[in-house]
C-alpha cells in the first residue's frame, strides 16, 4: 500500500519584500523542477499572486526595480510552463502586500496586514481580497489551461484564525481546500497569531467546521482541510546549516521568519545558543532540511503512526533552497525507504477525498 507525499511549494520573495526575483524564485524553483521531471513528480505551487499584482505593477509604471531583465515576463513564462507540465497551482495571499509602496530602492509593506484572517481596509475586506486574487491566478492560468480553476488556499504565514470568515469567502466563490494548519503550530507574537497545538498529528485531512477551520465539522461538507505535517525539532537541526546559524547567533541577513529573529534578536551570545539547543514544532520542509531531519521524519511515521495515516504534505520555499542537492538528496531518500511513497498535487488528493 502506498503512502503518499504532497509536496508543497509556496512561490514568493521574503515576507518584508526583500530579496531577488531571478535569485529568489525563479532560479529555485527551475532547479526544483528539473528534479521533479526527472522523478516524475508533481508539486503544488502556492503562488502568492498578491505580490506578483504589485511587482506588475511597478513594473508597468516604468519602474525596473534595479533588474536589467524582465522580472514579470519571467515568473508569468514559469508559472505558465509548470502548470502545462501538470502541476497544481494554488493561491497563496500575504496581505501585507495591499496598497505596497516601491520607495528609496526598496518596498515598504504595510505589517498591519500580516494576517489574512483579519484583514480589512475600510470595505475593502478578507472576500474582496480573496476574490480579487482568486480571479487574478485565473487570468494568469487560463490563457494556457483553459479549464483551470483556483480551488486551494494556503494563508500566508499559516495565518487563517480566525477562519470564519475565510471558510464562508472560499464556500461563496467555490474554493475546495485549505493547507494553512500545521498540528503543534503556535504563534502569539505582533505579526502572526495561531494555536494549533490542539490539532491531531493523525489525520490526514478533515471536513472542517464552519466556524473554525482547527474543528471537524459534523454536518458539513464544503472545505477539506489537509494540514501541513509537523514535528518538534531542536532547534540547531532545524537550522543546520553553516549560514543559517550565523545568521542567528550574529545577526546576519537571514531567511529565518520574522517571529524567530524577534525572539532572539534581544538575548545574548549565550542566551542565543541556548534557544538553538531547545525544540520547536517544524513543519516538513522539502527546501531546507538536511537527509538526516527527513530521516526522523520518517522514522517517526513508519514506527508511529503509519497505521493511521496516509498522506503527509511537506512544504518547501524557493528562496530558501541554499543548497540545490538538498532537494534531489529528500527525493532519493523517498527511494530507499522500505515503506512505499507515491507524490500527489493536492488538488489530486482532494479529487480522491470527494
Not at 530579496?19 to 521531471?37: Q, R, W, Y
Not at 501585507?96 to 500580516?114: D, P, S, T
Not at 551570545?269 to 520542509?285: A, C, G, N, R, V
Amino acid at each position: 500500500m502506498y503512502r503518499h507525499l504532497i509536496l508543497t511549494l509556496d512561490y514568493e520573495l521574503f515576507g518584508d519584500g526583500s530579496g531577488d526575483i531571478f535569485t529568489h524564485i525563479i532560479k529555485p524553483t527551475e532547479l526544483i523542477i528539473k528534479v521533479c521531471e526527472t522523478y516524475d513528480i508533481k508539486t503544488t505551487i502556492f503562488f502568492e499572486i498578491l505580490e506578483y499584482i504589485k511587482l506588475k505593477e511597478e513594473w508597468l509604471n516604468g519602474n525596473t526595480m534595479g533588474y536589467t531583465q524582465n522580472p514579470i515576463e519571467a515568473i508569468e513564462r514559469q508559472i505558465q510552463q509548470i502548470a502545462i507540465n501538470g502541476h497544481d497551482i494554488q493561491l497563496h495571499i500575504h496581505p501585507q502586500w495591499h496598497n505596497a509602496i516601491y520607495k528609496n530602492g526598496k518596498w515598504q509593506l504595510n505589517m498591519n496586514y500580516w494576517r489574512l484572517a483579519d484583514f480589512h481596509d475600510g470595505n475593502y475586506g478578507i472576500k474582496e481580497l480573496i476574490a480579487y486574487c482568486k480571479i487574478e491566478l485565473e487570468s494568469l492560468i487560463k490563457p494556457v489551461l483553459p479549464n483551470y480553476e483556483c480551488i486551494g488556499l494556503r494563508a500566508g504565514g499559516y495565518n487563517i484564525m480566525p477562519s470564519k470568515e475565510v471558510y464562508s469567502t472560499m464556500q461563496e466563490l467555490g474554493m475546495k481546500y485549505d493547507s494553512s494548519i500545521y498540528p503543534g503550530g503556535y504563534e502569539t507574537g505582533d505579526l502572526s497569531i495561531y494555536d494549533y497545538r490542539n490539532v491531531s498529528y493523525f489525520l490526514d485531512h478533515w471536513w472542517a467546521d464552519a466556524n473554525d477551520i482547527r474543528e471537524i465539522s459534523n454536518t458539513e461538507k464544503n472545505i477539506l482541510e489537509i494540514p501541513i505535517f509537523a514535528l518538534p525539532v531542536i532547534r540547531w537541526k532545524r537550522l543546520l546549516t553553516m549560514s543559517k546559524i550565523k545568521s542567528l547567533v550574529f545577526k546576519k541577513q537571514n531567511s529565518i521568519s520574522p517571529q524567530t529573529e524577534k525572539k532572539i534578536s534581544q538575548k545574548s551570545l549565550f542566551e542565543k545558543l541556548i534557544f538553538l539547543f531547545q525544540p520547536e514544532i517544524s513543519t516538513w520542509d522539502i527546501c531546507s532540511f538536511p537527509s538526516f531531519l527527513h530521516k526522523s521524519f520518517f522514522e517517526y511515521i513508519e514506527k508511529n503512526i503509519m497505521s493511521r495515516r496516509n498522506n503527509f504534505v511537506l512544504i518547501g520555499h524557493p528562496k530558501n533552497l541554499l543548497d540545490p542537492k538538498l532537494f534531489e538528496d529528500f527525493v532519493k531518500l523517498t527511494k530507499k525507504r522500505k515503506v512505499d511513497y507515491n507524490f500527489l498535487t493536492l488538488s489530486e488528493y482532494y479529487e480522491s477525498i470527494i
